[in-house]
């Protein structure tokens, strides 16, 4: 894989704790910084921890660089679905 620029100071730690996620990361100056995904019951019909997975993934997505944009040939996305066995009723 060919590198560009100094990638070296990019890096990332996920913990798991009892009620989501901390992130460590390196700022654009290189100090470290935590930034905390926390698990939510709100209205929405997915669960929290999952909607909290989304949310810590979306961000390390975000962090290096990769969604694009939607005029772009391709991007990276999450998405929610059931599971493919799943018969329950909608709520």
Do not use: A, Q
């Not at 996620?21 to 654009?28: L, N, Q, V």
């Amino acid at each position: 894989m060919e590198e560009e620029g100094d990638y070296e100071s990019w890096n990332i730690n996920i913990r798991r704790v009892s009620n989501g996620y901390i992130i460590t990361k390196t700022s654009d100056e290189g100090f470290p910084y935590e930034e905390v995904f926390s698990e939510s019951e709100d209205d929405s019909d997915v669960p929290g921890e999952i909607s909290c997975l989304r949310n810590l993934l979306d961000n390390v997505i975000d962090y290096f660089g990769g969604f694009g944009s939607r005029h772009d040939k391709w991007r990276l996305r999450t998405t929610f679905e059931h599971g493919d066995k799943w018969h329950g009723k909608e709520e």
